[in-house]
């Protein structure tokens, strides 16, 4: 049975931190880097760059074209060693794939796979075949602790996220302007998914949701919350943020709305606090993963001069 992958129009997406570590020598008075390899930036860097290539090493692609993983071949690569402790993980996975309303037939398949042991034997092993998805979702419930557990992360929201707006040949067809006004109704329905999951989480009133949805513009926009985006735009009172942004700031900003959503479930999120914590790490994951794409910030892209607002109001003048 070949996995089918399916396209569906409010797909979930879902980064990675990284921090350098710096003590201060009193007697000498100066800063330098700790002296663990580890805590270096630039080996941090290097690290994120060989797992992501890892992960498309061992990726495959049946006779349809669509990409798979096998468990085994993951599994050693997010470094489990037991593939017993690989199987609870994957049953987390199934889980959350069920609870996203996705079918688990369409993202995992039974199968055996052929693993070279140490002696160079190959042995046949039941075994998965993984959707790009499902990996997702599977690293999403590995260890955080392994640094390629937390740099899988990244790769397969992304990864995921591309694939989506690859797949979606409507999407593909329409000009920026088109774009925006599609990406900018699809962030206004997530973001009602966003309310309703941020309030069970704690944030009940509109300053709640406020200062809560602040701290997601903060972590993505460097600091910057909406009101400093506002003039950083240079835009008028009566004009929203979200009406002026180009479809790259949109989908980023959706990016950041879906994965809120979903971690806050995931984490069963309870406290304001807490909630408004999630919010900001995820803005600054999606910020470091651009960065690391070498996009450009989304405080710097260019805010276009027609609003989301007009360009609607000229498409239903031509529709009439």
């Known amino acids: 049975m070949d996995i089918k992958v399916k396209n569906k129009k409010h797909s979930t997406m879902k980064g990675k931190i990284a921090y350098c570590h710096i003590f201060n020598l009193q007697s000498k008075k100066m800063v330098r880097y700790k002296n663990k390899s580890e805590d270096n930036p630039m080996n941090q860097l290097n690290a994120k760059q060989s797992h992501h290539k890892t992960f498309e090493e061992i990726k495959q692609t049946d006779e349809n074209g669509n990409e798979f993983w096998y468990a085994r071949a993951f599994a050693k690569t997010l470094e489990y060693s037991d593939f017993r402790n690989f199987l609870k993980v994957i049953e987390k996975a199934k889980k959350a794939c069920t609870n996203s309303n996705k079918e688990v037939s369409d993202h995992l398949v039974e199968v055996t796979e052929v693993v070279k042991g140490g002696?160079?034997?190959?042995?046949?092993?039941?075994?998965?075949?993984?959707?790009?998805?499902?990996?997702?979702?599977?690293?999403?419930?590995?260890?955080?602790?392994?640094?390629?557990?937390?740099?899988?992360?990244?790769?397969?929201?992304?990864?995921?996220?591309?694939?989506?707006?690859?797949?979606?040949?409507?999407?593909?067809?329409?000009?920026?302007?088109?774009?925006?006004?599609?990406?900018?109704?699809?962030?206004?329905?997530?973001?009602?998914?966003?309310?309703?999951?941020?309030?069970?989480?704690?944030?009940?009133?509109?300053?709640?949701?406020a200062i809560f949805q602040n701290h997601g513009y903060s972590g993505l926009y460097g600091g910057l919350d909406a009101k400093a985006i506002h003039r950083k735009k240079e835009l008028k009172k009566s004009q929203k943020i979200l009406d002026h942004m180009g479809s790259t700031e949109l989908a980023a900003n959706l990016f950041r709305a879906t994965q809120t959503e979903e971690k806050l479930k995931r984490d069963n999120i309870q406290t304001k606090s807490k909630a408004n914590e999630t919010h900001y790490e995820v803005g600054q994951k999606v910020r470091d993963t651009i960065k690391e794409l070498g996009g450009t910030m989304p405080e710097d892209l260019e805010t276009p001069q027609k609003s989301i607002k007009n360009i609607e109001k000229e498409i239903k003048k031509l529709e009439k």
């Open 119 to 209: 002696s160079g034997v190959s042995n046949p092993y039941p075994s998965f075949k993984l959707s790009r998805y499902m990996c997702y979702l599977i690293v999403q419930n590995a260890d955080p602790s392994k640094p390629i557990v937390a740099n899988g992360q990244t790769y397969f929201a992304i990864q995921t996220r591309r694939q989506e707006l690859k797949d979606d040949n409507n999407f593909k067809k329409l000009k920026e302007d088109e774009k925006r006004v599609y990406l900018r109704n699809e962030l206004k329905e997530h973001n009602k998914l966003l309310v309703d999951t941020a309030y069970n989480a704690g944030v009940e009133t509109n300053l709640d949701f």
